[in-house]
């Protein structure tokens, strides 16, 4: 469960990082904007779940997007450096969390499900928001994975992150692309941002950021620029995280270390293997 | 209004800028000069802020002594962080460094045994009995302010004294910043920032030199952390959190990279930003609830930051050329 919204936001954050070499701290904000998104449009759309996540994806891109013309844009025609990169990045982040606490206040909130019904399946035991959000992050990422895998626009928005210089000689319209993968990237981060707000049952505008570093140990874990790893390192690693603290495996660690171990999977990561559990070995 | 013309709000406001030219002098230093991207640096104000605190009232060490040990303590930390670390790429050192500072935090928060906690230093003694750690600090504070109360009158508070204190430090840790990056081991530093392979090829050891200028850079970071302690009587882990390593970031951004000097004017300028919303107290500000104007002074915050890498990245004293463009 939180290994699908790891991977979804990993997808978008590895897909930035391996084209426009922008370390996005934003993103795990970003997320938090779809979660407050899709919480204003099931209001708007009288409770209706789907309709309001249709929304907060929709919502979620079309920021994505805005940004790389208001911002992103103006710094790559300045051939602007990683270090300029991140901290607008840090910037935009700051705004973003910011407005939310503003517009949305910063007690906790909750999307209109019933917050005790317990579903049993065997031996797990989901509440409503993860019996909901279970199928759907299921679907989508088989979804993503094809998208990637059979479409055009996939085919392009891969070859940019393989090599953007071969991409653009083989006559590939990189401004074009590159809007696209914002697209992507803003409209995955709007789903898991639901879907985050369903899982955690009771959110505040700083989810985002809670999930960010877990998201970047995904896309280490996948290795930067590849949209698959970034998928099966977010599964993995979620997989990890909640595992982590079972008391079969060596008595587990202390759930309150749960975000640490995410922490330690990117430290440890970077140190043996920073390529990434699919990467290629990359020269610099 | 009448904060405004306030002199004590005034040396608060003052002290934080120089506890935060003293922290982000670290910073400066590991990235300005060393070029490292170092998104962890409030851990090592946390490491020595705790370790002070804890030596003090667990062990019943002398504050000096504690607080030196604390300084010493950064060290060995900045090993731990530097040596499996400073050989990754840019952005990868990025992220490390942020899960690092991260960790720090965490362990602070659940150690409660060792750190009081998420309730902070409160704690250190036990649940219930509220422990103090800076009572030597508060005694020197007030026999200083002693002295400078006939000099001074109303003016001399102690936040007025311990400015002069936190300042007095901050210029004399510039002056020694300055002296070290003036030297020969200051240009190769610089000399591995704009290029690795050829300070190498000189038969520099990078690696080595990097290690070094991580650790001056958390020692400072300490140095911080002990001001930060002192000025507070009280403090805990939400104090520690990324925030604060991406304000000192902002610092020697907005005060130029590579510009020592830079650094307290940063410093200046975002305190007195970061202070100043308090007086958008007129319409439409005052419409707002306090809360409202603390994100709005995020809001800002961010906002100067974006602007500041589109139109100005170099910052204000800053030569683009020095600007790390990895």
Redesign the interface.
């Known amino acids: 469960m939180t290994g699908s919204i790891l991977a979804m936001g990993g997808v978008g954050v590895t897909l930035v990082?391996g084209v426009l070499?922008l370390?996005h701290v934003a993103h795990g904000d970003m997320l938090a904007f779809g979660t407050y998104a899709g919480l204003g449009f099931v209001a708007v759309f009288g409770n209706n779940l789907v309709l309001g996540t249709v929304g907060a994806i929709f919502a979620t891109a079309l920021l994505a997007v805005a940004l790389d013309y208001v911002?992103w844009r103006?710094?790559r025609q300045?051939?602007?450096?990683?270090?300029?990169?991140?901290?607008?990045s840090?910037?935009?982040?700051?705004?973003?969390?910011?407005?939310i606490?503003?517009v949305a206040g910063?007690p906790p909130r909750q999307y209109p499900i019933d917050l005790l019904a317990v579903f049993e399946l065997g031996p797990v035991r989901l509440s409503q928001g993860q019996a909901i959000a279970l199928p759907v992050a299921a679907i989508s990422i088989l979804l993503v994975g094809w998208l990637f895998a059979r479409t055009n626009a996939g085919k392009r928005i891969r070859a940019l992150s393989d090599d953007l210089s071969l991409a653009a000689v083989a006559g590939i319209d990189v401004n074009n692309t590159i809007v696209l993968i914002w697209a992507v990237s803003g409209a995955l981060a709007g789903l898991a941002g639901v879907l985050q707000g369903l899982v955690q049952n009771s959110f505040n505008p700083n989810l985002g950021f809670q999930l960010l570093?877990p998201i970047?140990?995904a896309v280490?874990l996948g290795g930067i620029g590849s949209v698959y790893g970034a998928l099966v390192g977010g599964l993995i690693l979620g997989l990890t995280m909640e595992l982590s603290t079972w008391e079969v495996l060596l008595g587990g660690v202390?759930p309150?270390?749960k975000?640490?171990v995410a922490?330690?999977v990117?430290?440890v990561m970077?140190?043996i293997r920073?390529q990434g559990l699919f990467g290629k070995v990359r020269l610099? | 209004m009448s904060a405004l013309f306030d002199a004590g709000f005034w040396s608060f406001v003052a002290v934080t800028a120089g506890v935060f030219t003293i922290m982000s002098l670290g910073l400066q230093l590991q990235?300005g000069y060393a070029g490292l991207?170092n998104f962890g640096h409030v851990a090592f104000m946390a490491i020595g802020g705790y370790t002070m605190a804890i030596l003090v009232v667990k062990l019943g060490v002398s504050l000096w002594l504690a607080a030196l040990i604390a300084l010493l303590a950064a060290v060995p930390f900045s090993l731990l962080l530097g040596l499996?670390?400073l050989r990754?790429?840019?952005?990868?050192l990025?992220?490390?460094t942020?899960?690092?500072s991260?960790?720090v935090r965490?362990?602070a928060?659940?150690e409660e045994g060792l750190t009081g906690g998420s309730q902070g230093t409160i704690n250190l003694a036990g649940v219930g009995t509220a422990a103090s750690y800076n009572q030597e600090w508060l005694d020197v504070i007030e026999t200083l302010r002693g002295w400078l109360e006939p000099l001074l009158g109303e003016l001399a508070s102690r936040d007025f004294t311990m400015m002069l204190v936190v300042w007095a430090v901050a210029i004399l840790a510039i002056l020694v910043i300055q002296h070290l990056v003036r030297s020969p081991w200051g240009r190769v530093l610089k000399a591995i920032r704009e290029e690795e392979d050829a300070a190498a090829v000189l038969g520099k050891n990078v690696f080595w030199y990097k290690q070094q200028a991580l650790a001056i850079g958390a020692v400072l970071g300490a140095l911080a952390g002990l001001f930060h302690a002192f000025q507070f009587s009280f403090f805990s882990p939400a104090d520690f959190v990324p925030?604060v390593t991406?304000f000192a970031?902002?610092i020697i951004?907005l005060g130029g990279t590579a510009r020592n000097w830079g650094v307290p004017l940063g410093a200046i300028i975002f305190s007195i930003l970061f202070a100043g919303t308090r007086f958008l107290d007129f319409a439409p500000f005052s419409l707002l609830e306090s809360?409202?104007r603390a994100?709005?002074r995020?809001?800002i915050?961010?906002?100067?930051?974006?602007v500041?890498?589109?139109f100005r990245?170099q910052g204000i004293l800053g030569k683009r050329e020095e600007?790390?463009?990895?």
Do not use: C
């Open positions: 990082l070499r370390l911002l103006p710094l300045k051939q602007a450096g990683l270090v300029s990169l991140l901290l607008a840090i910037g935009l982040a700051l705004v973003l969390r910011h407005v606490f503003w910063a570093l970047f140990a280490i202390p309150n270390y975000q640490v922490f330690a990117l430290i970077l140190i920073p610099r | 990235f991207l499996p670390t990754l790429r840019g952005d990868y990025a992220m490390t942020l899960a690092f991260e960790i965490f362990v928060v659940n925030l991406f970031w902002m951004i809360d409202e994100y709005l995020m809001i915050i961010g906002m100067v930051l974006m500041l890498m589109v990245p600007m790390v463009l990895e």
